[in-house]
């Protein structure tokens, strides 16, 4: 998050899972999906729900908030269905991408594990001018843990 200053500010996953609290599904809320498009957000297990695996990376390079799980994990543990989270570092443009795509097609009506493939399909399908080739393009991202 970004302070009003403009510099980084970070939170504990406890205190944003804190501000969800009241609209989840255990406090009776009809929260279904949440996005934390952040890198470290999805801890150091496995996804926080299954449609997130594509996304998962070892957390190498994220601190904080182990103890109680990662962000991801609370609010998933809270009830929330869908839980896209990034386990890693993330590219702030792959980021953008990841949630342009998946907004495109929950908008459209797609169910929110196939929005979340097709936002994943998205971010790979991003092309740059190849370094090793003139003319050529290549594939921008790939969906690695940069730090392994």
């Known amino acids: 998050f970004s302070s009003p200053t403009g510099s980084l500010e970070l939170l ?23 996005v934390l498009n952040a890198c470290c957000t999805g801890g150091g297990r496995r996804a926080a729900s299954s449609t997130a695996d594509e996304l998962d990376g070892a957390a190498q390079g994220c601190a904080g908030g182990a103890e109680m799980g990662s962000l991801g994990e609370l609010v998933h543990k809270a009830g929330t269905p869908f839980v896209v989270c990034w386990k890693s570092l993330a590219h702030n443009e792959a980021a953008a991408e990841l949630a342009r795509g998946l907004a495109a097609a929950v908008m459209r009506g797609e169910g929110y594990a196939r929005a979340f493939e097709l936002a994943v399909n998205d971010v ?12 050529v393009m290549s594939q921008r991202f790939a969906l690695v843990d940069p730090m392994s």
């Open 12 to 34: 504990h996953p406890a205190t944003i899972a804190s501000e969800l609290r009241a609209h989840l599904p255990l406090s009776g809320g009809h929260l279904e999906c949440v």
């Open 124 to 135: 790979l399908a991003q092309l740059e001018p190849s370094a090793e080739r003139a003319g």
